[in-house]
């Protein structure tokens, strides 16, 4: 028992990826405890939350109510499957039903470990943790005991990614564009000091698959009754009004404002000014809609303190 606590605490220290983030790994095909036969497909349309787990390890069972939690209250948009690692014990099935028992875990539990090793790798320590998206990609994958705050961020993720397909589906059923196109800054950036908000420039290319994430998954779910995002094409040659009223071009504001890669998120004022650094690139870590909350935060703590007189910022 000592020596499998060691062994716990040890994978609990290191906290690293097991497998690097977007790598080129698919869920496998297994079988449930109950005997029920999943074939990746069938996942499909939801996230996918990977939980490795030993009956014997403190930190899996500190996590398991974590597990079944995160489940029953986002059953809607990912699924959950604990893989149990003690492959080649006798008692492996007894020991698994007794987890289940014990929790009460209503998500899936499989004794396939195996199956998920040929796919994930060799086992650096437990608990270990494989978020899939939508699509079936691995997004992220973190080995060690995790936080109450990353069970909520995974949960935060997935109900946005599915916010966001709903809206993408919406708008190509109405055949509207997800993020509205970039026509008058001007005019955009006054109703966005209105509400007291960065006006959000989103900058893309076209069959940029990045931009295509981050469009739908993170940008069009947010309502556009407190958010003004325009979609501005790097290369496109339409027509808009800048900030400062002048008459140009997509591609020539973009160039204007030095972006160079595609997706490009800029949060700014009425007259164009920063209010928040810029949020460059694709969701490449799982992480992009924490970044994209602190960059809203980051622009809404800037429009207040500009708001707020100098002698009421002055420290007491």
């Known amino acids: ?63 398991a109510p974590k597990l079944q939690k995160l489940y029953r209250e986002n059953r809607q948009v990912l699924e959950v499957v604990a893989v149990n690692i003690e492959a080649g014990d006798p008692a492996q099935a007894t020991k698994a039903a007794a987890w289940v028992k014990r ?9 396939d470990y195996r199956a998920f090793e040929a796919v994930l790798g060799k086992l650096k320590g437990i608990p270990a943790l494989y978020v899939f998206d939508r699509q079936g990609k691995l997004v992220r994958s973190e080995i060690g005991e995790m936080l109450d705050e990353d069970f909520d961020d995974i949960a935060r993720e997935a109900q946005r990614a599915a916010a966001g397909a709903a809206t993408a589906s919406a708008a190509a059923h109405a055949g509207e564009p997800a993020v509205s196109l970039a026509l008058d800054l ?15 420039l989103f900058f893309t290319l076209p069959d940029c698959r990045h931009c295509h994430t981050v469009r739908h998954s993170y940008l069009a779910p947010l309502p ?37 890669f595609a997706p490009t998120v800029l949060f700014v004022g009425p007259a164009g000014e920063e209010l928040a650094p810029p949020l460059k690139g694709g969701d490449t870590a799982g992480m992009y809609g924490a970044y994209l909350d602190a960059r809203f ?17 002055k420290a007491p």
């Open 297 to 313: 935060a980051a622009a809404k703590q800037a429009i207040t303190a500009s708001a707020t007189p100098a002698k009421e910022r």
């Open 103 to 111: 929790f009460g875990l209503t998500h899936a539990v499989t004794l």
């Open 186 to 200: 001007r005019r955009d950036a006054q109703l966005a000091a209105r509400a007291g908000m960065p006006l959000v």
């Open 224 to 260: 556009g009754s407190a958010y003004v995002i325009r979609e501005i094409e790097v290369n496109g040659s339409r027509a808009v009004t800048a900030l400062d009223g002048a008459a140009t071009t997509h591609a020539a504001l973009a160039k204007r404002l030095g972006v160079q």
């Open 1 to 63: 028992m000592m020596r499998t606590l060691a062994a716990c605490m040890l994978a609990g220290l290191l906290m690293a990826s097991a497998v690097g983030a977007h790598a080129a790994v698919s869920l496998p095909a297994f079988k449930t405890l109950e005997g029920r036969v999943v074939n990746p497909g069938s996942l499909a349309g939801k996230a996918t939350v990977v939980a490795l787990f030993s009956s014997t390890c403190p930190f899996c069972a500190n996590e």
